[in-house]
Structures are given as C-alpha cells and as structure tokens.
C-alpha cells in the first residue's frame, strides 16, 4: 500500500469517526448513590432505557456514548468504572472477566430463560459474566413496502449501504462478509472462524477468502457507489429517514439488522423484512441467521447494581422492555406487536443462529477485521485492486498475536434450535 493511500484511508476514518461526535457526557438523574452504567444508547434508545431503569425505583446515573471502549478504559484505568456496563462485544468483556475486573452474574438471572447461542458461560470457567438485555436480528434485508425484490442476487446499485458509525467505522462490510461466510459455509465453519478454533488459519481459509472476494465483487461493479458507501454514515443524514428511504441514486435494499428500523423515523411502517441469503452475491438458501446483542456486565459488587442487574435480565423486566420496542433474547418473553415484530422475535428464537462473529473476536482482532473492510471498499473506491489475500494475512498476524484462548470466552457461538 503506498503512503498516499494510507493516509487516505486514515483521513477518511477519522472523519467517519469526527461526524458524529465523540462522548455523551454523564446525566444524574437521581439523588444519594445511583448506580452509573455506561452503555452505547444515545437519542431515542437512551430514552427507551432511562424509561425502563425509571420504572425499577433505583437510583441510577447513565452514560450513552459512541466511543464506548475508549471512555470505559479511561475509567477502568482511573479507578473508577461503571458499576454496569452494556456493550456487544463479548469479546471485550472476555478480557475484563480475565483480568478480574469483572464480578460473576451468578444466580442473578436465570440461564435456562436465554439459552443458546446467549449463553455466557466461558470455556474455562463455570462462572456466568454477562447477560443479553436487548437482542436483534441480523441475516436480513430490508426493502420499501409494495417493492419486494426477486430472490436472486442483487446489484450493488440496489443496496443502500453506508460503512461510517461514531465510534467503530467499518461494521456494517464485516456484517456482509460475516453473513456471507454463514450463508456459504454453514454454522459449523462460522463458530469455527469466530472462535479461532483449531489449528486452522482460519483468516487465509477458503471459506473467509471466497466471502470477502464475493463481497469486493459487489463492490468492483460500481466505483462511484462504493465511494459513496464509503463515505456515508449508517444511519443516514441526520435527521432523515435512513439510508432506505433517502436512498442515494435509486437504492432500494438494505443488508441490516433490526435495529435499522429506528433510523426510518415515520417511514418504519413502511419498512419490510426478508432474509438475505438469496439476494447476496451468489445467492442460495438460508443456513441460519446472525444475531447480536447488548450485554450487561457488573464492575462492581454494589447491592443496588446487583439488584438492577437482576430486574433487568428477569422475565418481566425483559417483558417491560419489550413494551418499549426492543427485542429480548428472553424466551418467556413474548412479542405483542405487529407482524413484522413477531417475524423478528421468531427468528431470534428460532433455528440455527449464530452470534455476530466481530461480538465475540478478541478486540485487537476484531477491530483488524474492521480497518480491513474499510481498506477494500476503499481501495475499490479509488479504482485500486484490493490485497485480498494480504489483508487477510495482516489481519492473520493480529489472531496469532494473541495470548492463550480467554477462559471467559463462550464455548459456543452457534445454536442449531
């Protein structure tokens, strides 16, 4: 890679990352000792939240910031961390659990309620570390109502697609590889891949190569296009009616989890759902779907986090959640809305499921993962051919870095009921 591209791709990061702002600042919202919770939620979500965590009669004090890690690691390294915190990446977590840092759930929730793949309990260790509160399903795509597309792959002028985020740029491109990898290779292969199983290089594996040229396949179609995808934030303009609905030059698909319908504002009735194994490059039939989650985690032994952990996890917490719009992990907890809420709720419930692969990698690793899918799309945009197979290899470099397997990590990242 030459310097100029370097630079480039670094300029183009740190402006992804500069659009949004940085960090939510700290809001009390209660007298006496709250319990402080660091979580990801800012606008419409935080105030999803705060309704909840009203609702259980303790004090608390919540943060919602896009530069979650970093904040988190301030405060740790402080001295003084949360006493919750939420956040996807089990892999994150994983390392906290192994430096101590973070107290075991058990007997705080009922496993049995969350099953697999949201089962926390690591490979080494007997002891439960966090618990999904909020859920959502990915493996789908979404298209405008009256406008349903053929099953058959679609061109990559079809797909509203936008790789900036506040915090972590890069994620939605690992969710089409990672998706392509489960569609192609099955659930087996993908845990395998997730977990660094075995003694498989599994970065310069057939499976993750093919996926990833597939996917910079799609992208070499139209330069102009991945440009754009390159440069446009996720959610859309700020303000407008997501990447669906103010597409840009005629899109009229969207590769994105379920959580994409906040970014519809009053347009989300409008939105519909399929799944997205035949419309991805090279199509074919559903293998299972990908699912991700929020995790609670406790840093502290404090009596009311602990009791804040418990209503939050418990059946009729997850229940009141739900009321609120957000999907639980929670088996006996149960959708009440429309057709499209039962169709998600189903999913994430039902049939071979895995959890989304970036989640559970070691963050050095996954945040490799990231700067590798912006680099091709990148790459692509600037008429380059992109690297494949030294990509991988860098990011390769990276998984064999790594120390020994996290004794929290999950032993399993697939269910297959």
């Known amino acids: 890679m030459t310097r100029r591209f370097k630079v480039f791709v670094v300029l183009v990061v740190m402006a992804l990352i500069a659009a949004g702002g940085m960090v939510a600042a700290w809001a009390r919202h209660d007298d006496g000792e709250p319990v402080t919770i660091l979580g990801t939620w800012t606008g419409a979500q935080e105030t999803q939240f705060e309704s909840l965590l009203r609702g259980f009669g303790i004090p608390f004090q919540y943060q919602g910031t896009a530069a979650q890690r970093e904040v988190l690691l301030s405060k740790v390294q402080s001295g003084e961390p949360p006493d919750i915190v939420i956040m996807p990446g089990i892999g994150e977590l994983a390392e906290y659990a192994d430096q101590n840092r973070l107290k075991p759930l058990d007997r ?214 739900a009321h609120l719009g957000v999907f639980s992990a929670n088996r006996q907890v149960t959708s009440e809305d429309g057709p499209i809420e039962r169709e998600i709720s189903e999913r994430l419930r039902t049939g071979p499921r895995c959890l989304d692969a970036s989640d559970v990698m070691a963050p050095a690793v996954r945040d490799a993962f990231y700067g590798a899918a912006l680099e091709t799309i990148a790459r692509v945009a600037a008429h380059q051919s992109p690297d494949i197979p030294g990509l991988l290899q860098d990011v390769q470099r990276v998984q064999d870095a790594q120390g020994p397997h996290s004794k929290a990590a999950p032993r399993t990242v697939c269910s297959t009921r």
Not at 173 to 188: F, K, M, Y
Not at 192 to 217: C, F, H, I, N
Not at 296 to 303: I, K
């Open 108 to 321: 705080l929730y009922d496993p049995a309620q969350y099953g697999a793949p949201w089962n926390a309990t690591g490979t080494y260790s007997s002891h439960v570390y966090w618990v999904p509160v909020k859920a959502d399903l990915k493996s789908i795509v979404w298209y405008r109502q009256g406008e349903k597309p053929p099953e058959s792959p679609a061109s990559l002028r079809s797909w509203c697609i936008g790789m900036g985020d506040d915090g972590a740029s890069g994620w939605p491109g690992t969710d089409w590889i990672e998706d392509l990898v489960l569609q192609r290779s099955g659930p087996a292969v993908y845990e395998k891949w997730a977990l660094d199983t075995g003694p498989t290089q599994w970065w310069r594996s057939t499976p993750v190569r093919s996926a990833w040229e597939a996917w910079a396949k799609l992208l070499g179609e139209d330069r102009t296009a991945a440009r754009h995808a390159l440069l446009t934030d996720h959610r859309g303009a700020s303000g407008g009616h997501g990447l669906l609905f103010d597409g840009w030059g005629g899109c009229r698909l969207e590769h994105q989890g379920s959580f994409a319908r906040s970014f519809y504002a009053s347009d989300a009735p409008q939105a519909r759902l399929m799944d997205s194994a035949p419309l991805l490059p090279g199509g074919g039939p559903v293998r299972a779907h990908e699912v991700t989650g929020d995790f609670a985690a406790l840093f502290s032994d404090s009596p009311q986090a602990r009791t804040l952990i418990r209503k939050l996890a418990s059946k009729e917490g997850q229940q009141k959640w």
